[in-house]
């Protein structure tokens, strides 16, 4: 872990994420931070230890093999996807304003966390819309877990295992905003947590800014679905 001193350092000098240090270049950071070059070599070793995922064992990828498929908890959908959602693709829920997107995405995520609860990873849910409501995901998980055979988790401990992400809340203030943190701080994330399943509810609310401006909207779009194709692979 940095030291005080090294905390105080960066953030003197304005550095105020994993991200944006480990971008820099070492002649930059021994500029900025008015370090030797020996100083910036441990404090981004530091950083970057701290990021980096560990590396899969051969039981751990036979364990995540296990999972293809997560169930959606509408008996019929599954039956139609061949047992639920693809694991390690992309899938896109589209319909009209209360269909039942969000409610689905809950359900989905009930089930990740029961279904993963052996392979140590989690869920990442980034709520944009802010309707995330944590008492009904643990309500949905108490009543899953009472159908099944007894398990040696609690729906209490499955929640811990759920991420909650309001980057428009906290971090973007508009599309271009929202972008960078999906490629920042989203990837970020998933270097810190075993995750099994990313829910985005929804994409389509920081997609709003760009009313207007119909072009550039659908080029960013475009450009967010493939981060989002290549995040399973890394």
């Known amino acids: ?26 002649l930059d950071l021994v500029d900025s931070l008015d370090l030797f070059p020996t100083d910036v070599r441990e404090i981004v ?46 899938t896109e829920l589209v319909g009209p304003a209360g269909v039942g997107k969000s409610q ?18 989690g869920v990442l849910y980034v709520d944009t819309e802010n309707s995330f409501d944590p008492a009904r995901l643990v309500d949905l998980l108490r009543v899953q877990l009472a159908r099944v055979p007894p ?34 701080e989203l990837e970020l994330e998933l270097l810190r947590t075993p995750t099994l399943l990313v829910i985005i509810d929804s994409i389509a609310s920081p997609a709003r800014y760009q009313a207007g401006r119909f072009h550039r909207r659908q080029e960013e779009l475009a450009d967010v679905a493939r981060l989002f194709k290549r995040l399973p692979y890394q």
């Open 45 to 90: 070793t530091l950083v970057a230890c701290a990021v980096a995922p560990r590396g899969d064992s051969a039981a751990d990828l036979l364990r995540a093999c296990s999972v293809r498929a997560l169930r959606t908890g509408v008996r019929d959908m599954d039956v139609h996807l061949g047992g639920g959602i693809a694991v390690g693709f992309v």
């Open 1 to 26: 872990a940095l030291s005080p001193a090294q905390l105080q350092v960066l953030s003197r000098a304005g550095y105020t994420s994993c991200a944006q240090l480990l971008r820099a270049s070492e």
């Open 104 to 121: 689905l995405c809950m359900s989905v995520a009930v089930h990740a966390l029961i279904d993963a609860s052996t392979l140590g990873r």
């Open 151 to 184: 398990h040696s988790v609690s729906a209490d401990s499955l929640a811990e295992r759920l991420v909650i992400k309001r980057p428009l809340q906290t971090h973007a203030t508009g599309w271009d905003d929202f972008s960078a943190w999906l490629h920042t």
